[in-house]
T-cell receptor, first 115, second 116 residues
Framework: NAGVTQTPKFQVLKTGQSMTLQCAQDMNHEYMSWYRQDPGMGLRLIHYSVGAGITDQGEVPNGYNVSRSTTEDFPLRLLSAAPSQTSVYFC??????????????FGQGTRLTVV | AQKVTQAQTEISVVEKEDVTLDCVYETRDTTYYLFWYKQPPSGELVFLIRRNSFDEQNEISGRYSWNFQKSTSSFNFTITASQVVDSAVYFCALRGDSGGYQKVTFGTGTKLQVIP
């Protein structure tokens, strides 16, 4: 049982390049989310999904796309990377514990630098 | 809109001292959940506790304890007899149930340094 797996762990991109951050979970969780962590800002929600085929925007969605074709995978796409997207990205998954309660599990994070 | 405020940016204590990390939240939801996470220097996020808005009982887990007070919208975290391994950034987070969304709002974190 691997939990939440993010790849890659580190990535350097040039401005304008595109890439996909991968996130996979093997816990059959309904909910998956992407956050970015910037110094002094805490974690901010980028996009989230409440199930396969359903995604929605979070607090800072601009410049990112997501899709959820399976329960297990929730990739995050940067279409044209910008230096402002330099950050640490965390993927999370969660499930109901009855009465709407959830327990969240986070991946190890991806440190992205855009030069 | 919901908001989490962790006013303490950095705290330094000497090992074995007690330390309290403050968390104040804002939400219009009547049902909501509060969380604490620990982020050690290695960078991963470690879940510590979840509390729902209907349960104001304080909780103790070893050297960790949490004080939830709805009257002051606070969910403070105390570490008793701190240890060097407690050095980390601690995040308080809030999830409300409005609109059926599952959005978690994080505070900006408190960096705790425990000096041996």
């Amino acid at each position: 049982n691997a939990g939440v797996t993010q790849t890659p762990k580190f990535q350097v991109l040039k401005t304008g390049q595109s890439m996909t951050l991968q996130c996979a979970q093997d816990m059959n969780h309904e909910y998956m989310s992407w956050y970015r962590q910037d110094p002094g800002m805490g974690l901010r929600l980028i996009h989230y999904s409440v199930g396969a085929g359903i995604t929605d925007q979070g607090e800072v969605p601009n410049g990112y796309n997501v899709s959820r074709s399976t329960t297990e995978d929730f990739p995050l796409r940067l279409l044209s990377a910008a230096p402002s997207q330099t950050s640490v990205y965390f993927c999370a998954s969660s499930y109901f514990l009855g009465q709407g309660d959830t327990e969240a599990f986070f991946g190890q994070g991806t440190r992205l630098t855009v030069v | 809109a919901q908001k989490v405020t962790q006013a303490q940016t950095e705290i330094s204590v000497v090992e074995k001292e007690d330390v309290t990390l403050d968390c104040v939240y804002e939400t219009r939801d009547t049902t909501y959940y509060l969380f604490w996470y620990k982020q050690p220097p290695s960078g991963e996020l470690v879940f510590l506790i979840r509390r729902n808005s209907f349960d104001e009982q304080n909780e103790i887990s070893g050297r960790y304890s949490w004080n939830f007070q709805k009257s002051t919208s606070s969910f403070n975290f105390t570490i008793t007899a701190s240890q060097v391994v407690d050095s980390a950034v601690y995040f308080c987070a809030l999830r409300g149930d409005s609109g059926g969304y599952q959005k978690v709002t994080f505070g900006t974190g408190t960096k705790l340094q425990v000096i041996p």
